[in-house]
C-alpha cells in the first residue's frame, strides 16, 4: 500500500449498468492526470460498509439505490459525519446521508426510505412528485456555503437519475439541528444538502459523476478529492 496516496472508500453495489459507475474509474483517472489528485480508490459493496471504512482518508457514498444493505449505507455517512471524515453522497448517497442524519441526529429512528419494497415509518425519502430519470435541471446555491464557494455560482445545472427526494415536512426538523440545505431547484426542492460544522460534508441528489464527458471531473468532484488529501495530510 501507498502510504503517500489517500484512500478513499467508494461505498456501493459496483454495477455495469449504473451509469455513474461506468464513470468513475476515468473520472478518478482525470483527477490524477489533469488536478494532480491521485486517490486510491476502493470498492466496499453496502453489506460491508459498517465497520469496513475506518481509516479512509474519504468516503464517497455512490449513486445505485435501492441498496442492497440500507443499513450499510446509513453506517457509512455516520463514521464519515461522526469521525470528520470527508464525505461526499450523491444521489441515492444523498438519499441515505439524510436518512442517517434524521434518524441519528434528530431522533427519528422512524425516518424511512419509501423506496425500499420492505419500507416501513415515516418516509424522509419519498417518490418526487415527477420523476428526474435522465433529466437535467437548474440548481440555485445559497451564499456563502460550501457549495457555493465550490462551484463558484449562484446557478448551475446538473443531471439527475432519480425518483426520491426529501419530504418537505421533514426540512425543519433537520435544518434546526444543524443541517443546511444550500442548493434547491427552482420550485425550492432541496437539491444539495451540506454540514457546516464539518471538514467537508456534502450530498447531491443531482449526479456529478454525469457532468461533460466524463475527460474531466466535476468541481464538486475535484473538491471532495482534495479534501481527501487534506485529510490524508493530517492524518499520516
Same mark, same amino acid.
Given at each position: 500500500? =501507498? ?14 449498468? $449504473?451509469?455513474?459507475? $461506468? ?29 469496513? !471504512?475506518?481509516?479512509? =482518508? ?39 446521508? +439524510? ?13 424511512? @426510505? ?7 415509518? =415515516? ?33 448551475? !445545472? ?39 460544522? @464539518?471538514?467537508?460534508? +456534502? ?9 461533460? =464527458?466524463?475527460?474531466?471531473? @466535476? ?14 495530510? !493530517?492524518?499520516?
Amino acid at each position: 500500500m =501507498d502510504t503517500f496516496t489517500p484512500r478513499i472508500a467508494l461505498v456501493g453495489d459496483r454495477s455495469p449498468n $449504473v451509469r455513474a459507475h $461506468v464513470r468513475i474509474p476515468s473520472l478518478l483517472t482525470a483527477l490524477a492526470e489533469r488536478d494532480r489528485l491521485v486517490l486510491d480508490a476502493y470498492w466496499i459493496p453496502t453489506e460491508e460498509a459498517d465497520g469496513a !471504512v475506518d481509516g479512509f =482518508d474519504a468516503i464517497w457514498l455512490v449513486p445505485g439505490s435501492p441498496y442492497r444493505s440500507l443499513t450499510g449505507a446509513v453506517a457509512a455517512a455516520r463514521t464519515a459525519r461522526e469521525r470528520n471524515i470527508p464525505f461526499l453522497g450523491t444521489c441515492g448517497g444523498f438519499q441515505h446521508a +439524510l436518512l442517517e442524519y434524521a434518524r441519528n441526529v434528530c431522533g427519528l429512528a422512524s425516518a424511512g @426510505h419509501a423506496e425500499y419494497p420492505s419500507a416501513t415509518g =415515516d418516509p424522509l425519502i419519498a417518490p418526487l412528485a415527477c420523476s428526474l430519470v435522465g433529466h437535467e435541471g437548474a440548481v440555485r446555491v445559497a451564499p456563502g456555503s460550501l457549495a457555493r464557494r465550490i462551484l463558484g455560482a449562484e446557478r448551475t !445545472v446538473e443531471r439527475y437519475h432519480c425518483s426520491y427526494g426529501l419530504s418537505r415536512e421533514f426540512l425543519d426538523v433537520l435544518r434546526e439541528n444543524g443541517m443546511r440545505f444550500s442548493g434547491a431547484d427552482e420550485n425550492g426542492e432541496v437539491r444539495i444538502a451540506e454540514l457546516p460544522e @464539518h471538514p467537508f460534508y +456534502l450530498a447531491t441528489l443531482f449526479q456529478p459523476e454525469l457532468a461533460g =464527458d466524463g475527460s474531466r471531473a @466535476h468541481s464538486i468532484i475535484r473538491a471532495f478529492a482534495a479534501a481527501a488529501h487534506a485529510n490524508h495530510t !493530517v492524518t499520516a
